[in-house]
T-cell receptor
């Protein structure tokens, strides 16, 4: 069974602070996706990383895929209240068809 | 136009009842999923269908029976509901395992 552990589970920070969320596994993934989920809504895709070592930036968000494709990180610079939400990583298993395994989730709260 | 729509959004029912949740996607995707999100927000896959055929069944009790009449629809029927079935159920679709588009979820409460 492929497991994705995220840390931290909860994070409460003030506007303007930086933060990093980690997504770790002992399994190799062919790609890894990051989603954000807001209360009462389904998760929405932020980014997909495919190549080991890949770095993608989405405004103040920086995503990195580990060299061995077993882990990933999400770094947010100068967090804003609008970043508040549940962040989920999801890995596409190497060789498994049509299956995403979701991480345990990180709940982020950004206050003024 | 809503890409993935599921109904109902809220469902409150008594233990032992049978209920269904419907899902439709208008994205032309071949693959549809049912996920369960528990109170700790852990999102776990239940079923995956590709072109109306069951691909993944993740150790879900056989009280849960998915049905896909066509590739745009994946419904979930639950028999003999139990308290532990209370959760938010999400339908999603994707083209293979690319970006998954999720519905708004159905919050099921069994009392």
């Amino acid at each position: 069974t492929q497991l994705l552990e995220q840390s931290p589970q909860f994070l409460s920070i003030q506007e303007g602070e930086n933060l990093t969320v980690y997504c770790n596994s002992s399994s190799v993934f062919s790609s890894l996706q990051w989603y954000r989920q807001e209360p009462g809504e389904g998760p929405v895709l932020l980014v997909t990383v495919v190549t080991g070592g890949e770095v993608k930036k989405l405004k103040r968000l920086t995503f990195q895929f580990g060299d061995a494709r077993k882990d990933s990180s999400l770094h947010i610079t100068a967090a804003q209240p609008g970043d508040t939400g549940l962040y989920l990583c999801a890995g596409e298993g190497a060789g498994t068809a049509s299956k995403l395994t979701f991480g345990t989730g990180t709940r982020l709260q950004v206050t003024l | 136009d809503t890409a993935v729509s599921q109904t109902p959004k809220y469902l409150v029912t008594q233990m032992g009842n049978d209920k269904s949740i419907k899902c439709e996607q208008n994205l032309g995707h071949d693959t549809m999923y049912w996920y369960k999100q528990d109170s700790k927000k852990f999102l776990k896959i239940m079923f995956s269908y590709n072109n109306k055929e069951l691909i993944i069944n993740e150790t879900v009790p056989n009280r849960f029976s998915p049905k896909s009449p066509d590739k745009a629809h994946l419904n979930l029927h639950i028999n003999s509901l139990e308290l532990g079935d209370s959760a938010v159920y999400f339908c999603a679709s994707s083209q293979e395992a690319a970006e998954a588009f999720f519905g708004q979820g159905t919050r099921l409460t069994v009392v």
